[in-house]
């Protein structure tokens, strides 16, 4: 039976990107995907350049609307498309992004596969500029990301849920209620915790490619780490069984002294703070002219912290208080006994498939009787698949189990194949 | 004194290891089913290798390597986790001059490469004779044949980046002969987009002479049996040398674009001798990318046998070296170079010249040391001599 095709809705969220936006409905002009089925909303902010008209007088073989929403932030603008669509995907693209040709064939196909699925794409960063060293730390904070949702056994959390290049079933996207309109950032992985807990299961889709004219600068990035303090903690209290794997709860249990004085000076004299932050910005470029990497690296660091604990500090005025609300989590379910127990050592396909079958979120794993572990249930992760327990036993539980398989009288046994070595 | 080079699979080794009778000692490359973990370095007495004594030296093997391929081997990991599909075809590049008994043996080992739709390409560097040209004739349509006037190992390498047909350029040096596996563990480390390079272990082919033997123990080309990646967050670009050495490496052609070719002043066939891929190495680094170190990518090479060719060799890494840092801190303003020329000098060569002129036991022989020391000194003048006749040869269009 020929299954039909669904009709795709392209959601860009656009503020002042007049020529960028125009690359981008010419490269959706281009794709593989049957253009009657694809319908493209562009939704712009404020009228400072003139992007909602040239939007306007464009030909293109597609369904194209555009909206204008002076007063509105990026989520909102992404919700209002959304409100707007006719589609049965969405596909959420932002306005630095230059999708392939196969971009939207790519976002069906990988929906066509699974239900309740958000899939992820692949968006590499590109510059136009000169690549120094922020543009080198950036393009490999995104290849690796991907990189790791590329793997096979990746067991996906709300933080892969990247904004700038996604799809989903627009049934979906109403049923977990959209996107939080009052983070200034975050907003992605506040999604990604809904939709986690409503089920949906997350998929990285490679071919679903666009090329990511990454715009941000130093300044932005530290604007950005501001932005992600203040952030955190709107997601601590709307989610308080996350408050454990914020950033702050690493931050505060595990800095160096630099790192400690500049949390200090954030919360306790934010003035000379902010002029050692600037000082030790201006520096930056200097070490990057006389190719001291690591003390760049150190700057680098150091700064995203600080401006971090910045935002933080907005939100939570004192270290105590924010001791006090990492405190306060859900912890009750570390105590809660796991839901599958699985034995390694007899038949791992089957344990694998017992994963695959009951999705559990904590499990204890035994070799031919010995206990290697326990994976304990966390929040904000996706369940256990049978993908996941390879990797798990290479790497959590490589050391227990190699003393298993090494000392255990039935160690020559391979699990697969049964064959006797 | 001479040295046996074993190769032995862990699970199948044998009761008893004789007919070793002209050898001193043995040098054993340890696999797990066919992937390298271990070596291990026995005497040899009386023609033979204590089967006691090898299985200690091997559980006492330091390193997480045996270990990990014994867990990854219980867990299906290649059949069930590596991830799809995989990798495209590549090109085979060895670079050659005057040297026909090796390159046959390099190319027969080639050609028994499982075949994966790689093509085998030979750049004949400004040969004296046909002799190269006849062998490549030889294969037919196999192997490829180009041959590069203008001489030079890096303009060789320079050729085999334009003309290959691939994306992937492996090179493997014409005294070198590829493992079974070579290729194809070079090739599944390129699934990352940063990965611009991949190096892989270099076991010696024989050990038949003490200036082989020397070579072996003193420059290496072995580093390890731990997969490894480097970039520039953690590893100093300029020390590259640790990364891998152009015997066995591989890489992307938009390599060309991306960081630009190799520096042609330098290594074989010019006034620098050494350094050509250390170099590249280096700028792949320094741009941001990534090389990875992948000990299932074996080879073997046929050190030189003579102290003579030694003392050659040695001398020539010195003027390599030196001809590299040169070359960052002139015209790349790596000023931290001659911090690290400082430390080299104080931390290695000192030292073991000191050693030498004592006579203390264990150290690397005198004549060696100097010729390395001698080769420093002249690698800086060495290195713009090179780039003056490049530009000469360029303006001339020859």
Redesign the interface.
Known sequence: MERVLPVVSIIIPTHNRCAQVRTILSRLCRQTYPQELVEVLVVTGERVDNTADMVRGLEVPFALQVFEKPSDGPAEKRNHGATKASGEILIFLDDDMEPEPQFVEAHVTAHQSGHDRVVIGYF?PVFTGH?GFF???L??WW??TF?AM????HRFTFRDMLSGNFSIRAELFALVGRFETNYPCRDDYELGIRLLKAGASFFHCERAKAYHRDMTTVERLFRRKYEEGRADVLLGYQHPELRPVLPMRTLLDYSLLPSRILRWLAFHRPVMGSAVARLIRSNMDLCQ?????GVW?KFFQGLQVYYYWQGVAEKLNTLAEVEEFLANDVAGDMLQAPELVLDVGRD?RKAELLLDKHRPHSICIMHNGTVLGIVSRQWGVEPLRGAHL??L??ATF?KP??ES??LSPSAAV???TQQV? | MTTAVLDLEL?KLPPAITGLDHYNSALVLIRLRGRPVARVELPVIDGRVNHTELCDAIVSVKGWSL??K???D????DE??V?EPPPAAATVAVCTRDRPEDIKRCLEALLALPDDGQELLVIDNCPSTDDTQKIVGSYGERVRYVREDRPGLNVARNRALQVARHEIVAFIDDDAVADFNWLRALLRNF????VMAVTGLTMPLELETEAQELFERYSTFCRGFEWKVF???RH?PLTAGQVGAGVNMALRRSVLELVGPFDEALDAGTPTQAGGETEMFSRIMT??YRIVYEPDALNWHRHRRTREALRQTFYGYGVGIYAVWTQKLLF?????VLLLALNWFYLYHLPMLLRSLVRLPGGMPLDLIVAEIRGCLAGPSAYLRSRRQLRAATATGS
């Open positions: 590499p690549v543009e080198i730390e393009r490999a290849e690796d990189y590329r793997q096979p056994g002219k006389l190719r001291l990497r690296q791992l390879r990797p036993l290479a490589a189990l190699l398989i090494l391979r699990p697969e070595a | 699970e270990w990990e014994t867990l990854r219980y867990l299906n990991w069930v986790v991830p699934d990352h987009s940063l970039e520039q967050k100093n741009a941001g790349e303003k790596e000023f931290s």
